[in-house]
């Protein structure tokens, strides 16, 4: 019999090791796919600027980030993120993920990966597909309005820094430089988004397209209707960003 257990032993320490292992990993990821307290911190977008600056042959400004810009940011990332580009496991594993600025990436925009994602996913029923895609739109929909208010304030506040410039006493060649980035920071972190919206709302309809013709229902209505609200904000947004010396975003797809 102690024999027996000596040759056990082994078997359900690893056991053991192997559930407290599995146990640490989901404690790595937050509830419902979003990203950890521990993971995030005050700063946790501030790459975006030097991302997209870079990817123009501009440097970022050192300037600390205000509120306002740090808001901006924040609420960017989400918008930017493709919509299901977190297998299930990165849930679990770390979901989080610095992306390339539209100016860097090489590969043109590919409008049927969104749908072609959402039609080779195990789903309990077709109406599970067009939920996740209404449910998708309606998110950026919702997201739409708090970060172009937060564009419109950014902006505002960067014109009047433009204009405060001249009537600083002593502005150093430095000060006025990280000033001047930070401004073209913020205005491309706007076309950022802009352009991935435009992406968002091909890639959903291309995605609808195919779930009407692979699997009929009623609810490709809705999902038409919230796939237009979104078109229609899109196409008109509330302020759009000027592209410093001349770069202007690109869509294709």
Known sequence: MPENLRQI????????LAVLGATLAACSGGDFGRTRADMRSDDMHRWLGAEVTSSVGLKPSQFQLTDEERQLRDLAYPLI???LSRPAWKSVFGDYKALPAP???K??????MYGRTLIDEPHRSHSSRYTQLMEDVRNDITRFEPFFASAIRVIDLD???????????SLSPKEKEDAVERMQENSLIIQWVQQCLEQRVSSYRWGLERLVIQAPDGMAADADRLIGELAAQTAN?????QPPYGRAVVSKG
């Not at 590969?107 to 049927?112: A, E, H, L, P």
């Open 103 to 105: 100016w860097r990436q």
């Open 237 to 241: 947004p509330p302020v759009a960003a």
């Open 159 to 169: 014109k009047k820094r433009n204009a405060s410039m001249a009537r600083v006493s």
């Open 81 to 83: 993120e493709p919509p």
């Open 9 to 16: 032993r082994p078997v359900v320490t690893a056991i053991m």
């Open 107 to 112: 590969i043109v925009f590919d409008r049927t």
